[in-house]
């Protein structure tokens, strides 16, 4: 079937999206720079047409608990919201994580810490790729830099969720969230008539009750579950990087950034090159899995690495240890909301690896 | 093995006139000697099976004492985070709306952290039951005050007694929630005697059977005791709930259908 | 005149001894054993068996559910 071409801002594609990737349901709070999301659902009341649930929570954390239940019945749901009401949502997410879910959470990150602004930034990456809530997991995180990105990653990240039963983030900015690209829409797809054979959905005679907890009082058996998530992390890590390079081939320095951050580097390699400086870009689209790998190889052909983040510099850690101090590597990004310019970037390049 | 057997010859299978149901598992249940949780988990997992429910219970377990109620009922069960069992229960419910869903739940996980899922829920009106389990403590931390802790009631977060001034009044959540239009069956119940037992019993079966109709939300309070937290014996825990909770928990039925 | 004859079975191990079941007791008929179980609890037990009517308040209580009621017409 043809995909269908629109015009739509990055939120409403997220939307969108999930109505046709057979989602069974939404739950959100509103939050700027991401009500859009819950605002269309409203709008275009799915529950009409495929039964998709969409339900405005009375808060983030009651909306992700509305997730834990509705994935725990082995159902496609998911929650968006921006970086303070993530916070809210960690414990909701480690509960997801531990008792192994499969979910979708889109964070639309804007400004920190705190109420912080209700422009882009790009410092979540540590909430949302170390941790954010207590223990020892891992979300899948995919970092769209585009309209299409946020609506096709919409399906993946179920694909995923279901394939490793685990939360998958998609984290996105404010710019992203609120610009409008063109974009093709999938078709509908129909919402699932089969479940997975761990959800809760009524104890049958035919098997034993299901049981979904997060909760082991016996250390053999909870330090087990946590090698076993450990041990899905590691295929995570071996099977699912996805990135994109930028005219690496012939590159003697490397930008790495993610999201807007990519776009505006795009741009800024363009830049160098037509002043002769051989740059080059490389995109993770999984910040986790990282694609440690694939910047380590780089690392041993460039001569310095520039991490580009809306953020005081946290990505930045992660290219480090992929780095391994084969190179130097050093951090630039705006703060307080504002996106970074590709002349900027360009001249923090020479300043900073090239000159340094 | 001890065997506490009487008269040999009326113990014959025709005669059978009280066996525990197998919705209650074989495990031995964790709580403390006399406490009403393991009335109420019986009780319940009593109607599931006289009603026939097993295969399309969805039940939510809470953080406290029942825990681990996902060991007891033979029921597919949700562990939810601490207080947040009925945005779970409204999640199981809109997307697996012919299921029974049921919520249970202590007095921290209602009252205090869970207050606004719980407010919210029933001001949706969704189509669960809440079982709301009430003995003015929190037991599986150790005893600490909760908000259903009575004035001047000692605990180990109120050793002298509540202290209404800076700890806050008891809350009565079952009263709060009865004035929501969202909630349609809404009672006070107890587990310590058998005509109480009989009570709470015709409750569960009418907001079962409630829940089929679409109405809104079923909320039922046990007032229960905790011999542990409180520091008696289970009949003098008892004793004491009939003399002290009773008077301002009330028992009976707060908000009934109109037939 | 037929009388009704009740005979519980207590299932001692499990009990743990909380007596509710015998305050529940109408006819006099439960008493707590002087013995210990494995648990070290003081089990309930149908002391006086013959005053038994099978009205099952004991097992309603239990909150362990370890009474097993029998009841007939003698």
Known sequence: MEKELRLMKGNEAVAEAAIRAGADGYFGYPITPQSEILEYLMEANPATTTGMVVLQAESEVAAINMVYGGAACGKKVMTSSSSPGISLKQEGISYIAGAELPCLIVNVVRGGPGLGTIQPAQSDYFQSVKGGGHGDYHMIVLAPASVQEMADFVD???????????????????????????????????????????????????????IIT??????????????????????????????????????????????????????????????????????????????????????????????????????????????????????????????????????????????? | ???????????????????????????????????????????????????????????????????????????DIQEAAHGRAPAVATAIKRLLPDKFVFTYQGDGDLAAIGTAETIHACNRGENIL???????????????????????????????????????????????????????????????????????KKAIRKAIQYQKLDKGTCFIEIVSNCPSGWRMTPTQSNKWMEENMFPFYPLGDMKVPKE | ?????????????????????????????????????????????????????GCANCAMVCPDGVITVYKTKI
């Open chain 1, 214 to 356: 997060s909760l082991d009082l016996d250390s053999d058996g909870m330090e087990q579950h946590n090698r076993d998530l450990q041990a899905k992390y590691q295929v995570i890590r071996e099977k699912e990087v996805r990135l994109e390079e930028f005219q690496t081939g012939d590159a003697e320095y490397l930008l790495v950034a993610y999201g807007t951050s990519a776009r505006v580097c795009q741009k800024a390699v363009q830049l160098l090159r037509a002043e002769g400086i051989k740059a080059g870009l490389l995109r993770p689209i999984t910040l986790f899995p990282f694609p440690s790998k694939r910047i380590n190889e780089l690392a041993s052909q460039v001569k310095g690495i520039l991490s580009v983040e809306m953020s005081a510099g946290q990505m930045v850690e992660d290219v480090q240890l992929a780095v391994n101090g084969k190179v130097p590597v050093k951090h630039f990004g705006r703060l307080g909301g504002i996106v970074t310019t590709p002349e900027e970037v360009v001249d923090n390049l020479k300043s900073e690896i090239i000159k340094g």
């Open chain 3, 1 to 53: 005149m037929a009388k009704i004859r009740g005979s519980i079975v207590v299932d001692a191990e499990r009990c743990k001894g909380c007596e509710v079941c015998m305050v529940s007791c109408p006819t006099g008929t439960i008493a707590m054993a002087k013995e210990v179980n494995g648990k070290g609890y003081y089990y309930a037990y149908p002391a006086h068996q013959e005053l038994c009517i």
């Open chain 2, 130 to 200: 809440i079982i709301f389990i009430n003995n003015g403590i929190y037991g599986m931390t150790g005893g600490q005050m909760a908000p259903t802790t009575l004035a001047g009631m000692k605990s180990t977060t109120s050793p002298l007694g509540r202290d209404v001034k800076t700890m806050g009044n008891p809350l009565k959540m079952t009263d709060i929630v009865a004035t929501l239009a969202g909630t349609y069956y809404v009672t006070r119940q107890s587990v310590h005697t058998p005509a109480n037992v009989k009570k709470t």
């Open chain 2, 1 to 75: 093995m001890i065997e506490a057997t009487g008269i040999k010859e009326i113990i014959k299978p025709e005669n059978l006139v009280y066996r525990k149901t197998n919705i209650m598992t074989d495990n031995i249940l964790s709580y403390c000697p006399g406490c009403g949780h393991g009335t109420a988990h019986r009780i319940l997992a009593e109607i599931i099976d006289e009603l026939g429910l097993q295969s399309e219970t969805i039940g939510v377990s809470p953080v406290g004492c029942s825990v681990l109620l996902y060991n007891y009922l033979d029921v």
């Open chain 1, 156 to 210: 993946l990240s179920f694909e995923l969720a279901f394939k490793y039963r685990n939360p998958v983030m998609m984290l996105s900015d404010g710019a992203i969230g609120q610009m409008m690209e063109k974009v093709y829409l999938s078709p509908q797809k129909e919402r699932m008539k089969v479940f997975p054979e761990w959800a809760t959905t009524g104890k049958p005679a035919t098997r034993a009750r299901n």
